[in-house]
Nanobody, 125 residues
């Protein structure tokens, strides 16, 4: 059974950092591209980052230089290091796999094969 369980969200002030984790089980993690996606209140789902099977990260301009995606293959954990957080980063963050659309295309949850329950990140002073 595929399981993705996010953790690490919380309330932080602008400029602070958080690290999100996604514990993965039920499939061969190392063989899949993995993603972080987010949804802010009243807004569409958006890409946050993706990581290839070779470990290469991809980011939209909105988070490039501030966020870093990584994967621990031995522990089956996906990470998202978020630095210099901004109020516009406030959202529920999800890890996901099996993207059915190209990177950067508009997406909904149905465009992913699996995703977790999400973890709330709130950036506020």
């Amino acid at each position: 059974q595929v399981q993705l369980v996010e953790s690490g969200g919380g309330l932080v002030r602008p400029g602070e950092s958080l690290t999100l984790s996604c514990a993965i089980s039920g499939f061969p993690f190392r063989r899949f591209w993995m993603y972080w996606i987010r949804q802010a209140p009243g807004k569409e789902l958006e890409w946050v980052s993706g990581i290839s099977t070779a470990g290469i990260g991809h980011y939209p301009d909105s988070v490039k230089g501030r966020f870093t995606i990584s994967r621990d293959r031995s522990e089956n954990i996906l990470y998202l290091q978020m630095n210099n957080l901004r109020s516009e980063d406030t959202a529920v963050y999800y890890c996901a796999r099996d993207a059915k659309k190209n990177w950067g295309a508009p997406v909904t949850f149905r465009d992913f094969g699996s995703w977790g329950q999400g973890t709330q990140v709130t950036v506020s002073s």
